[in-house]
């Protein structure tokens, strides 16, 4: 017979009833389960004397969990871990997940254990796994059901998955935006996309008491003198965003959804006839994207520029070679960053 010991401990063996080392195997074995023929790892004790296996009950419950899980795997449903792993993700409990779901009270406790879920309730807990933003929509719809304390725990959970998962989708949509550039090393400076150099870079600058007025415009030149003062030093940027020629300087491609990633310090301000985006970090924080070089060269940018106003900033990229050589709405090549005036 084909067993893999698992460990070996010296106990009173229920087979023999003699006190030996008894080892605990797995052993590969088939069964059928609703029709479907499986196979999976069945954990036994093994006494040595009698030369025989045997189960204690914790060891029968298992080995039911795992034929189970081995028919739940070959018909494309969750298994009882991947189930209590949706509910550990939201932090919620079995009753209360049950509550949410508007199904009875043990359901998610037979899921978990013996009992195999039908294919609709499967697609449910699917659905749920993947969609935070489900979660609070049915959350909200069982508000009086659960007790304060719990809601607030679990609507904090889902709000931080869901505000994660939006990122997530963000940084994807901006960084397939970028996979057209990747084959000219003077669009993106010699340097891959690093979102969360984005982040940090934008951070830093918020951050900063020697900037003054940080709104979006001024943001976006900073940015661009930042990746360009790199490469002129270290002949490669900082960000690997790429940046357009606009009327109003240097824009980085995609810099609408590159404000709204997460870690971004951005506050939408009403200005009378339109709104305007501020950039303010007030406590004192870490860039860890950011290696020391990165950041004396921010320190240049911002004593070179920081305190400009939005009109002097934009008279004064307009005078950049990269600026003057570039066709407006083209991709500014990195080449010009030797002629920099800072």
């Given at each position: 017979m084909d067993m893999k010991i698992v460990k070996s401990e010296k106990r009173l063996c229920m087979c023999c009833m003699e006190e030996h080392e008894v080892k605990t195997v797995?052993?590969?074995?088939?069964?059928?389960?609703?029709?479907?023929?499986?196979?999976?790892?069945?954990?036994y004790l093994y006494c040595n004397v009698a030369e025989e296996l045997y189960m204690d009950e914790r060891q029968m419950q298992e080995n039911d969990k795992c034929l189970k899980n081995a028919y739940r795997k070959m018909e494309g449903l969750l298994t009882s871990d991947e189930i209590s792993g949706i509910r550990a993700k939201y932090k919620i409990s079995q009753v209360d997940l049950c509550t949410l779901l508007g199904w009875g009270g043990k359901t998610i406790t037979?899921?978990?254990?013996?009992?195999?879920?039908?294919?609709?309730?499967?697609?449910?807990?699917?659905?749920?796994?993947?969609?935070?933003?489900?979660?609070?929509s049915l959350l909200n719809d069982v508000k009086e059901n659960l007790s304060a304390e719990s809601y607030q725990k679990y609507l904090n959970t889902a709000t931080i998955l869901y505000e994660r998962d939006q990122d997530s989708y963000l940084r994807k949509s901006i960084e397939a935006s970028y996979v057209k550039f990747h084959g000219n090393q003077m669009f993106h400076g010699n340097r891959e996309l690093s979102l969360d150099k984005v982040v940090d870079v934008i951070r830093y600058f918020a951050a900063s008491a020697l900037i003054t007025s940080l709104y979006k415009v001024k943001l976006m030149k900073l940015l661009w003198y930042a990746d360009a003062l790199s490469f002129k030093n270290r002949e490669f940027a900082i960000t690997g965003l790429v940046y357009q020629a606009l009327p109003m300087g240097a824009v980085p491609v995609g810099h609408n959804s590159i404000i709204n990633l997460r870690g971004v310090p951005c506050e939408e301000v009403d200005m009378g006839?339109?709104?305007?985006?501020?950039?303010?970090?007030?406590?004192?924080?870490?860039?860890?994207?950011?290696?020391?070089?990165?950041?004396?060269?921010?320190?240049?940018?911002?004593?070179?520029?920081?305190?400009?106003?939005?009109?002097?900033?934009i008279s004064f990229m307009h005078k950049e070679q990269a600026y003057v050589e570039t066709a407006p709405m083209d991709v500014i090549s990195f080449k010009y960053a030797k002629s920099l005036q800072i």
């Open positions: 797995l052993v590969k074995e088939q069964a059928t389960f609703k029709g479907v023929t499986v196979g999976y790892d069945a954990s037979r899921y978990e254990s013996h009992q195999v879920q039908d294919k609709a309730h499967d697609t449910i807990l699917k659905k749920l796994a993947r969609d935070p933003e489900w979660f609070l006839e339109t709104n305007a985006y501020r950039f303010s970090l007030k406590e004192a924080t870490l860039f860890p994207a950011l290696s020391d070089e990165d950041m004396n060269i921010l320190d240049v940018v911002i004593g070179k520029l920081g305190k400009m106003t939005k009109n002097e900033i």
